[in-house]
């Protein structure tokens, strides 16, 4: 049975930066392109960034230059970087492994 499980949310200050990371177990994390999506109140789940099994990383207009996605295969576990906070970065963020394994998500709120 595949789990994913997301840590790292929390408060913090416009401005400030999180660690946002996501273990898989179950499954052979390498073989997976990975996905953080984010989900708003009253906002569709979108996608934030992702990683490819070959570590090519892509990333929303909006968040590049601020976020960085990363993956350690010997962890199985990919990271999500996010730096320089905006209020409207506030949201559940999920880990998503393959295309069809989710997380239960973990709250990122930025506020001051």
């Known amino acids: 049975q595949v789990q994913v499980v997301e840590s790292g949310g929390g408060l913090v200050q416009p401005g400030g930066s999180l660690r946002l990371s996501c273990t898989v177990s179950?499954?052979?994390?390498?073989?997976?392109?990975m996905g953080w999506y984010r989900q708003a109140p009253g906002n569709q789940r979108a996608r934030v960034a992702t990683?490819?099994?070959?570590?090519?990383?892509a990333y929303v207009d909006s968040v590049k230059d601020r976020f960085d996605i990363s993956r350690d295969n010997a962890k199985n576990t990919v990271y999500l970087q996010m730096n320089s906070l905006r209020p409207e970065d506030s949201a559940v963020y999920y880990c998503?492994?393959?295309?069809?394994?989710w997380g239960q998500g973990t709250q990122v709120t930025v506020s001051s």
């Open positions: 998503v492994a393959g295309g069809q394994y």
């Open positions: 179950g499954t052979i994390f390498s073989a997976y392109g």
């Open positions: 990683i490819s099994r070959y570590g090519n990383t």
